[in-house]
Each structure stands twice: as C-alpha cells, then as structure tokens.
C-alpha cells in the first residue's frame, strides 16, 4: 500500500512515537510510507532525527505548527493538498489535532472518483476535557464532528477514547478500532546492570539504597506534579530516604521548584531536564515506583513502560488508565485525591515484595498489548477493511 501518515509536529511525546513506531514497522513490511510533518519546535524536545536512514520518506512542512494561525493555517491546507495530490496514496493517516484537521480536510478535497484515498485518525488523546471551559470544548466537538464526515476510519488509543468521543456524536460505532499504542518493548524489558543504575543514580545524586518515586511527564499543566508536591509534604518526615524524580521539561519548571522549596523539600526532589526517548528505560529501572497524576491523557505511554520494566504503578483514574492499571499491577485512584495518593505510595514503600509482584504481574499484562506487532497489525487490517471492503 502507498500510505501517507501526517501529524503536527515531532517532538517528544507519546503520538510522535506511535506514529514513528508505526511508520517504521509499515515500511518493514514493504509498503511505500510517507511521512508529513511540521518542525519540532517546543521546550519538550524532538524526535525528527528519528526519521533518518529509515525506509520512509519524510517531508516537513514548515508552516504547519501547532497554535491556530489562520494565515498560516489556510497555507498548509492548500500546501498539504498539492503535496497529497502528488503522492496518491491509498491511505492518509493523521494524527494529532492540528494535524487530524487539516489533514483530513486537504485529504477529502483530493479524493477521486474511485473514492481514494481512504481517509484515517488517530486520536491519541481527546481536545475536549473536563479541565477546559465549556464553551472551548463546544468548538471543539463540533469540529471533530465535522471532520469526522470527511472520515473513513477513527482508530483510538483505548477503549475509552472511542466511548468518550461517540457519546459526543463524533463519528459512528463501526468506525471505530482501538489500537493500544506501541512501545519498543526491549528497551524496557532488558534490566541493566547493577553499575549502570548506580551511575544513573550517582548523577543526581540519589543514595544506592534510597527509594525512588519517578515521574515522567512533561512540566505542564494538567501533569499533576504538583500532587505529588503535596503527597511529599506527607511522606518525607516518615521516610527520610525517599527521593522522588521528575523526568522532563516544561514550562512550569520554575513554578514547580517554587512550590517545593516553599515546602521545604528542596533536598528531597531531583529533576533530570529532558531525557531522549532511548534514556527512558534506564530512569524507570533505576526507580522503584512509577507515580503518574496527569488528569488529561489518552493512555500514558508512560505507564506500560513501567510495567515492561516490572515497576508497580500509582496512576489517577482518567481516561484509558482503567485498561492497564488494577489492583493486579497497580494503584488507580480518583483524580486529584491527595489523601488516597499518600496512602497508595506508603503501602508500595513499605512493602517491597508487594511492588515486585505488582511489577511483574504489570509486565505480563502488558508485553503483547503494546507490541509494534500488535499495534500495526490492528492497523492494517482497518487499511485493507476500507481498500478491500
């Protein structure tokens, strides 16, 4: 198949990977792909050299960035369309919001006759959210189901992003297919050594014995750290060595610090800045539990990636984080319930043997639900559903 896959820009992230992963295995398999992206322009870092020496194509659009500019906007509509009227592919795939519109749109407009090419998204996570005011979310919808026409096939990244999206009137039930989405499992799955864990440690200065809370998350709003901030307040007189690691940039950073050191817990807190996507793994192995307080994901890559390291969980019960986190590999608590954060993290300090069993009951659970084989053959068969009906 000829496939064109779009998304807004490469940057650090959970989408940017997916589509990476997904682009690459397709290109294995001997389809011709086509990757369209924007610049990798943010403080969250990027991924674009990613894209180099591998058997897609990339081709970057400069005008697509993520802010709305209606100048620039209608720019890339009309560049996007003469680029897909070129390249005639059998499928477009979109992701991410910006990206998802504009893509779809110059993709319907380049339909011929035969009606091809089929028109696919990918939504990695949801625009409209409980945290956002009303009137936002309203347009929002609205133009999700408008776009939604133009659309062949929506496939989400859990369960509960199609459920969310279909009581909103956006799209109808059959064309909808959850693909959970990929990790590059052997990074996680392989345990380093004792000396490299040590060296990580060595580096931000974390005790060899001491337990590790890590996050990983951009600091941003919506991520939650500040809970965290707030469970430390409880947690750090109890147990004197427990340091929590945050994993990420962002522009909350300074607020963050604030926060803490006004907390008086400035020598309890560690920040790496920005970790590439291959640093990851060795941050998780070296931590002993994994606490994820965002209250706005689609399903945090973040928390698999744990769980392929054996690391139990603590996560706040949104969105797709019901389908790997249970009382089998983990905590799920109600959203911004710091009282029941606090209590979740004291049982998974005090009781090491229940978070190794917690970690590799999560393993399990996880190996072949976000294998890149998994993911893409979901993938496929929705492609050869719409070219072969």
């Known amino acids: 198949m000829k496939i064109v896959h779009i998304i807004t820009r490469l940057i650090l992230g959970g989408a940017?990977?997916?589509?990476?992963?997904?682009?690459?295995?397709?290109?294995?398999?001997?389809?011709?792909?086509?990757?369209?992206?924007?610049?990798?322009?943010?403080?969250?870092?990027?991924?674009?050299?990613?894209?180099?020496?591998?058997?897609?194509?990339?081709?970057?659009?400069?005008?697509?960035?993520?802010?709305?500019?209606?100048f620039l906007d209608v720019a890339?509509?009309?560049?996007?369309?003469?680029?897909l009227k070129t390249l005639s592919p059998d499928i477009i795939h979109t992701h991410s919001a910006k990206?998802?519109?504009?893509?779809?749109?110059?993709?319907?407009?380049?339909?011929?006759?035969?009606?091809?090419?089929?028109?696919?998204?990918?939504?990695?996570?949801?625009?409209?959210?409980?945290?956002?005011?009303?009137?936002?979310?309203?347009?929002?919808?609205e133009i999700e189901?408008?776009?939604?026409?133009?659309?062949?096939?929506?496939?989400?990244?859990?369960?509960?992003?199609?459920?969310?999206?279909?009581?909103?009137?956006?799209?109808?039930?059959?064309?909808?297919?959850?693909?959970?989405?990929?990790?590059?499992?052997?990074?996680?799955?392989?345990?380093?050594?004792q000396d490299e864990i040590n060296s990580f440690r060595d580096k931000y200065n974390i005790k060899h014995d001491a337990t590790v809370i890590v996050t990983v998350a951009r600091l941003a709003h919506l991520k939650g750290h500040n809970y965290i901030i707030e469970s430390a307040e409880r947690l750090a007189d109890k147990y004197p060595d427990l340091i929590w690691l945050f994993v990420g940039e962002g522009q909350l950073r300074a607020q963050l610090i604030k926060q803490i050191s006004d907390a008086g817990l400035s020598d309890r807190f560690r920040f790496t800045s920005l970790l590439q996507p291959e640093e990851i793994p060795l941050a998780l192995h070296s931590s002993d539990i994994l606490v994820h307080c965002s209250l706005r994901?689609?399903?945090?890559?973040?928390?698999?990636?744990?769980?392929?390291?054996?690391?139990?969980?603590?996560?706040?019960?949104?969105?797709?984080?019901?389908?790997?986190?249970?009382?089998?590999?983990?905590?799920?608590?109600?959203?911004?319930?710091?009282?029941?954060?606090?209590?979740?993290?004291?049982?998974?300090?005090?009781?090491?043997?229940?978070?190794?069993?917690?970690?590799?009951?999560?393993?399990?659970?996880?190996?072949?639900?976000?294998a890149p084989k998994t993911m893409v053959d979901t993938i496929d068969k929705v492609y050869s559903r719409l070219i072969n009906p």
């Open 99 to 141: 990206a998802g519109i504009l893509g779809r749109l110059a993709g319907y407009a380049v339909k011929d006759a035969s009606n091809k090419p089929k028109i696919v998204h990918t939504i990695h996570g949801l625009a409209f959210h409980d945290y956002q005011h009303f009137l936002i979310n309203k347009l929002y919808i």
């Open 145 to 193: 189901k408008y776009t939604a026409k133009k659309t062949d096939a929506i496939i989400t990244v859990a369960d509960v992003m199609s459920e969310k999206a279909l009581s909103k009137g956006i799209g109808k039930k059959e064309m909808y297919t959850t693909a959970y989405s990929a990790i590059d499992e052997e990074l996680f799955l392989k345990t380093p050594t």
């Open 76 to 83: 890339v509509y009309y560049q996007l369309k003469k680029i």
């Open 297 to 370: 994901e689609g399903l945090a890559r973040v928390l698999p990636q744990a769980m392929l390291a054996g690391k139990a969980v603590i996560s706040f019960d949104i969105d797709g984080a019901k389908e790997v986190v249970n009382d089998k590999t983990g905590y799920l608590l109600e959203p911004e319930n710091v009282e029941a954060l606090v209590e979740a993290c004291d049982q998974l300090i005090r009781y090491p043997q229940l978070r190794e069993t917690l970690g590799q009951d999560g393993r399990e659970l996880v190996k072949k639900m976000f």
């Open 16 to 70: 940017q990977e997916n589509t990476l992963i997904t682009a690459r295995e397709q290109a294995s398999r001997g389809n011709d792909v086509t990757l369209i992206t924007g610049p990798a322009i943010g403080p969250e870092g990027g991924l674009f050299e990613m894209t180099k020496n591998e058997k897609f194509k990339t081709i970057v659009v400069d005008k697509m960035v993520r802010e709305i500019n209606p």
